[in-house]
């Protein structure tokens, strides 16, 4: 979808250089303001054909802004982002793997967790049952879900009531 900005009147190559009709080279006229001096040779629409000189022949062109339909900006997508409701990801205790490795996974797969949390989040789950790793966005929490059972842990998420 195409939009003319400068609310003039929006020509296609086709309509602009077809010889055939003296309506389109009329509707060019009317469309673009151009200065013409008497020693710049002429198009068949005539038209100034050069843009150098002193009168100048360049013509101005409408300024084209596409649109894709259905798209949203970038704005829309970081406030829908925004609102999205937090998602929690929670570790369940098991009996199979090791404390030692349960942190060093946790470490892996959460970006930014620190040797101290990863500690504090086994500890919590060993000795509760289960312990929250993370809140954040649902896609997220589903990526994160999906990597600490691909390491063996017992996981899951859950909406977070209170947010972030």
Same mark, same amino acid.
């Given at each position: 979808?195409?939009?003319?900005?400068?609310?003039?009147?929006?020509?296609?190559?086709?309509?602009?250089?077809?010889?055939?009709?003296?309506?389109?080279?009329?509707?060019?006229?009317?469309?673009?303001?151009?200065?013409?001096?008497?020693?710049?040779?002429?198009?068949?629409?005539?038209?100034?054909?050069?843009?150098?000189?002193?009168?100048?022949?360049?013509?101005?062109?409408?300024?084209?802004?596409?649109?894709?339909?259905?798209?949203?900006?970038?704005?829309?997508?970081?406030?829908?982002?925004?609102?999205?409701?937090?998602?929690?990801?929670?570790?369940?205790?098991?009996?199979?793997?090791?404390? /030692?490795?349960?942190?060093?996974? #946790?470490?892996? $797969? &959460?970006?930014?967790?620190?040797? +101290?949390?990863?500690?504090?989040? %086994? =500890? /919590?789950?060993?000795?509760?049952? #289960?312990?929250? $790793? &993370?809140?954040?966005?649902?896609? +997220?929490?589903?990526?994160?879900? %999906? =990597?600490?059972?691909?390491?063996?842990? #017992?996981?899951?998420?859950?909406?977070?009531?209170?947010?972030?």
């Amino acid at each position: 979808m195409e939009t003319a900005i400068c609310g003039r009147i929006a020509l296609s190559p086709n309509q602009v250089l077809s010889p055939k009709s003296d309506i389109i080279s009329v509707r060019w006229r009317q469309a673009f303001s151009f200065k013409r001096t008497m020693d710049q040779p002429r198009d068949s629409h005539g038209l100034s054909a050069t843009g150098s000189g002193k009168g100048g022949g360049l013509l101005e062109r409408p300024i084209i802004e596409k649109t894709t339909p259905g798209r949203e900006s970038e704005f829309d997508l970081r406030r829908s982002r925004k609102t999205a409701p937090p998602y929690r990801v929670i570790l369940h205790n098991d009996n199979y793997n090791k404390r /030692e490795y349960v942190v060093q996974v #946790l470490m892996k $797969v &959460i970006p930014g967790m620190t040797l +101290d949390n990863a500690v504090n989040i %086994m =500890q /919590e789950a060993h000795y509760n049952g #289960l312990s929250v $790793v &993370i809140i954040c966005a649902q896609a +997220d929490a589903e990526e994160h879900c %999906m =990597q600490l059972r691909g390491n063996g842990l #017992l996981s899951s998420i859950e909406p977070a009531s209170g947010g972030c």
